[in-house]
Structures are given as structure tokens and as C-alpha cells.
């Protein structure tokens, strides 16, 4: 029996904290990795390891509300192959992401549909 094809999910994070511009703790980077594999089976990401040298980044820029200096980013990028109807599973953990690392807003992508989504307190943070 051949599986449905799934939607390959794009989400970027920023390498430092959107407060005061700080790199994240590293146990922020597992707990990362330890959803996306316990939510979803599997993903592709810059570093499988707890220790990161020599990660890939991608550079971005964005502007967080009109009339506010665009800020520039470096972001670690995940992959991963997710069901249709897990989708919204993964917008929640993006969510829950964004509050974790210290981040106003998101940027995901679903089959290359970009997406920016606004994180909330309310929307929980990313668990042990």
C-alpha cells in the first residue's frame, strides 16, 4: 500500500531572540527537533546533533509593521514532509516555536505556499 503524497513544510527560524537580538539556548534547538520528530515522524534540518558547528543559515529580511526598519535575520531551516491533515497540527507547533524562541511572527511555507504567522502568548511554548 503506497502512502498519500504529503506537502513539503518549509519553516524558518531565526538564529537570535527578537528582544534583544540574542542567540537561543541550545536546549531550545532539541526540543525543536524533538517535536517535529515526535509530531511528525521525521524531518530534514541543518544539524541532527545537540552541538551546532558549521550550521547552513538563510538570510532574510522583513519588516515587521509599515513604518518600522525591516530587520535582518539568519535562520536555521527545517523540512519536513507532513499530511494534509496534520497541517494545522504544524501551524500550532510553529506557533508554539515562535513564543520559544522569542519571535513576533513566523515564516512557514506548505507546498510552496508562503505563510507569516503571528505568535501569541496564548499560543503555548514548545514542552520537555
Same mark, same amino acid.
Given at each position: %500500500?503506497?502512502?498519500? #503524497?504529503? &506537502?513539503?513544510?518549509?519553516?524558518?527560524? *531565526?538564529l537570535v531572540r =527578537?528582544?534583544?537580538?540574542?542567540?537561543?539556548? *541550545?536546549?531550545?534547538?532539541?526540543?525543536?527537533?524533538?517535536?517535529?520528530?515526535?509530531?511528525?515522524?521525521?524531518?530534514?534540518? #541543518?544539524?541532527?546533533?545537540?552541538?551546532?558547528?558549521?550550521?547552513?543559515?538563510?538570510?532574510?529580511?522583513?519588516?515587521?509593521? @509599515?513604518?518600522? %526598519? &525591516?530587520? @535582518? =535575520?539568519?535562520?536555521?531551516?527545517?523540512?519536513?514532509a507532513v499530511p494534509?491533515?496534520?497541517?494545522?497540527?504544524?501551524?500550532?507547533?510553529?506557533r508554539r516555536i515562535?513564543?520559544?524562541?522569542?519571535?513576533?511572527? %513566523?515564516?512557514?511555507?506548505?507546498?510552496?505556499?508562503?505563510?507569516?504567522?503571528?505568535?501569541? #502568548?496564548? =499560543?503555548?511554548?514548545? @514542552?520537555?
Amino acid at each position: %500500500m503506497q502512502e498519500a #503524497p504529503r &506537502p513539503v513544510c518549509v519553516l524558518l527560524v *531565526p538564529l537570535v531572540r =527578537d528582544s534583544d537580538r540574542q542567540p537561543h539556548a *541550545p536546549i531550545l534547538w532539541r526540543l525543536l527537533q524533538d517535536a517535529l520528530l515526535r509530531l511528525f515522524g521525521g524531518f530534514t534540518g #541543518p544539524e541532527t546533533v545537540l552541538y551546532y558547528r558549521n550550521r547552513e543559515t538563510a538570510r532574510g529580511l522583513w519588516s515587521p509593521a @509599515e513604518g518600522e %526598519m &525591516p530587520v @535582518e =535575520d539568519l535562520s536555521r531551516k527545517y523540512v519536513a514532509a507532513v499530511p494534509v491533515e496534520r497541517i494545522e497540527d504544524l501551524r500550532a507547533l510553529v506557533r508554539r516555536i515562535g513564543n520559544s524562541f522569542d519571535q513576533r511572527a %513566523m515564516y512557514l511555507e506548505v507546498a510552496g505556499y508562503a505563510e507569516l504567522l503571528a505568535v501569541r #502568548p496564548e =499560543d503555548g511554548f514548545l @514542552e520537555v
